[in-house]
């Protein structure tokens, strides 16, 4: 298991990587890394589709406001 594959699981997971996973090659530590990758990916892709689909509600011209308000 190299250092590089653990880091770059690391920054995906934003902690240290649970217990058990130094049993991984590093080809698995890759794709789990990218498997979470593309989950945070869809997750923030519905996230905003989601947030689009709300402000729906929100006349045209105030959801830019609305959206400055709710997210900064």
Same mark, same amino acid.
């Given at each position: 298991?190299?250092?590089?594959?653990? &880091? !770059? +699981?690391?920054?995906? #997971?934003? =902690? %240290?990587?649970?217990d058990g996973l130094e049993? @991984?090659?590093? /080809?698995?530590? &890759? !794709? +789990?890394?990218?498997? #979470?990758? =593309? %989950?945070?990916?869809?997750?923030?892709?519905? @996230?905003?589709? /989601?947030?689009?689909? !709300? +402000?729906?509600?929100?006349?045209?011209?105030a959801r830019g406001s609305?959206?400055?308000? @709710?997210?900064?």
């Amino acid at each position: 298991m190299s250092a590089k594959a653990v &880091r !770059a +699981l690391e920054s995906e #997971l934003g =902690a %240290a990587p649970p217990d058990g996973l130094e049993r @991984l090659t590093d /080809a698995q530590l &890759r !794709a +789990l890394t990218e498997f #979470l990758r =593309a %989950a945070k990916r869809r997750q923030s892709d519905a @996230l905003e589709s /989601a947030v689009e689909e !709300a +402000l729906e509600i929100v006349p045209r011209l105030a959801r830019g406001s609305v959206r400055k308000i @709710l997210f900064g």
